[in-house]
């Protein structure tokens, strides 16, 4: 069977698992897990801010970081099919009682222009404007790259406004990667950014915040308000230190198989699929007909994938599928379609 329903689905390396075997711990509340300590002090350097923090889930990690930037009634402006809008339960309304305000695009990018359309100016009946939200790479828009040079002037505008900037980072590293760059250097201008380490990175859990120290303080109590006051968590911390440490540069070979698996598709009748929209490890499908049967027909044919729309397929490339071959995929496809 070809999982391709998510990078979620990874499975933790050996060496990872021996990692968390052997991880010296503590009670991470008190502070005194050395694994987790030790995770949280390289992921800051990794993603180039003073601290971070350890945190079971991206969304919690956003969530959180969304709490510790506003206050009740504050605006934030996401793209309106971001992930914090779009899946994770109307958490800014819901846990920091702030008010989301989408803004519409055209391929998940968020623009200086766009930006200062959506402000308004300063009135006793609006709400105060705060916070920002990007995510790179965009889940709902095919994996697209948020450049650095475009990040770098829609914070630089957000800053020179008074609004603090968050970067939805679950897949950062895929980001950084697509562009050649460090992943600090991929969230400079981010005050906040929230990186996954449990999808294209393979560990079994966890995701990582950071920020500037203070404000890392914050969060952490946030993450307690949450339940995520983990106890001997550096049984996780230690496969996330080898996620940073190792695992990041073969997310190439995560993008090459997209890349291929979109020109075989592209090939055959009834399918729209754009290699050049492929820009690191999701292949958006677009069907003549419904996707549901479809990706029930895939399962049998040995392709799990899921729907990203009525008639659209996402198939998602990561390390446990690194031995497909691209015309696999597609001839699962055309049997699929011929039925």
Excluded at 112 to 131: D, M, S
Excluded at 233 to 256: N, Y
């Amino acid at each position: 069977m070809i999982d391709l329903r998510s990078d979620t689905v990874t499975k933790p390396t050996d060496e990872m698992r021996r990692a968390m075997a052997q991880a010296e711990v503590g009670d991470d509340v008190y502070g005194e897990d050395p694994t987790v300590n030790l995770l949280e002090e390289e992921a800051a350097v990794w993603l180039g801010k003073e601290a971070a923090l350890l945190v079971p889930t991206g969304t919690m990690g956003n969530q959180v970081a969304v709490m510790t930037h506003c206050l009740p009634g504050d605006e934030v402006f996401v793209e309106a099919e971001a992930h914090l809008y779009w899946y994770e339960n109307g958490g800014i309304a819901r846990l920091s009682l702030a008010q989301p305000r989408q803004i519409q695009t055209a391929d998940g990018r968020l623009t200086p222009e766009l930006l200062a359309a959506a402000l308004r100016p300063a009135n006793i009946h609006y709400t105060t404007a705060r916070l920002v939200c990007v995510e790179n790479t965009h889940n709902r828009a095919g994996g697209r790259v948020q450049r650095k040079a475009d990040f770098d002037a829609l914070a630089s505008f957000a800053h020179a406004q008074g609004l603090k900037v968050h970067l939805d980072g679950a897949r950062l590293a895929n980001a950084a990667v697509a562009q050649g760059l460090s992943l600090a250097q991929a969230a400079e201008g981010a005050d906040s950014v929230m990186c996954c380490l449990s999808k294209g990175l393979c560990a079994p859990v966890g995701s990582v915040l950071a920020g500037t120290r203070e404000y890392i303080d914050r969060a952490r109590k946030g993450r307690k308000l949450l339940g995520g006051g983990m106890r001997q968590a550096g049984v996780l911390a230690a496969a996330g230190l080898i996620s940073i440490r190792s695992l990041v540069p073969r997310l190439a070979e995560d993008h090459r198989l997209a890349k291929a698996i979109a020109e075989e598709l592209a090939q055959l009748p009834g399918v729209v699929c754009d290699p050049a929209n492929v820009e690191t490890n999701m292949v958006m499908v677009d069907l003549d007909r419904p996707a549901d049967p479809v990706v029930r027909t895939l399962a049998h044919e040995g392709l799990l994938c899921g729907t990203a729309g009525p008639r659209r397929i996402r198939l998602v490339t990561h390390r446990d599928v690194a031995g497909v071959h691209a015309g696999e995929v597609a001839k699962a496809f055309a049997a699929a379609l011929s039925q």
